[in-house]
């Protein structure tokens, strides 16, 4: 078959070299080329960004990853109930009260502007300090110190406001006493 193959071709070679390719079809068969590579690489791109995107999302889980475990590992070390919890009780008791006494001397604030900001200026002094234990605290090599020291700033600032309140109320029993008088 492929003597017959040959012999045919062989016979028939006038009749294949007389057709001549229409002009211009090089160069159509270069802009076919030129388009299937500009194809190619536009597919190379998208698989590069696509890449480039998967990297990207990956870094992104793994920072917030590493975020999260670092906030969780913060949030640990500065739980007061995790270094001692009977200190914690301790602490929040103090807060309370100071919150309650607080807002007893904001009472003051309409009657007498001027002492009650002498008075919230002494308190703040001592809320800034605690904060800067409760900051320090993570920090701590002795974490059980830092924390009695923060309760002891926070009785301390109990025992002020008591005085505070204290002064307080004998400056109204004084302005009725001065009130009754002056009624009489």
């Known amino acids: 078959m492929e003597k017959r193959l040959e012999d045919f071709i062989r016979d028939n070679k006038k009749d294949f070299n007389d057709a001549v390719p229409p ?3 090089w160069e159509k068969i270069g802009k076919k080329l030129e388009e299937q590579n500009s194809s190619r690489l536009k597919n190379a791109k ?14 992104s889980i793994v920072i917030a990853a590493s975020m999260f475990l670092w906030q ?6 500065t739980d007061l109930a995790n270094i001692d919890p009977a200190l914690a009780r ?16 904001r ?7 001027q002492l009650y900001n002498e008075f919230s200026s002494e308190i703040r002094k001592m809320d800034e300090s605690y904060q800067r234990l409760v900051k320090d605290l993570p920090e701590s ?15 301390t600032q109990t025992e002020v406001l008591n005085q505070q309140l204290i002064v307080i109320k004998q400056i109204n029993d004084s302005k009725k006493q001065d009130n009754e008088t002056q009624s009489i």
């Not at 301790?90 to 001397?105: C, D, N």
């Not at 009472?107 to 502007?113: C, D, I, R, V």
């Open 107 to 113: 009472s003051l604030e309409k009657e007498e502007p």
């Open 46 to 59: 998208v698989v590069k960004l696509s890449l480039i995107l998967q990297i990207a999302a990956s870094v």
């Open 141 to 155: 090599p002795n974490q059980e110190e830092t924390v009695k020291a923060m309760i002891q700033n926070l009785q």
């Open 23 to 25: 002009d211009g079809l």
């Open 72 to 77: 969780y590992q913060y949030k640990q070390a």
């Open 90 to 105: 301790q602490q929040l008791h103090y807060a309370s009260v100071i919150e309650i006494k607080r807002s007893e001397l």
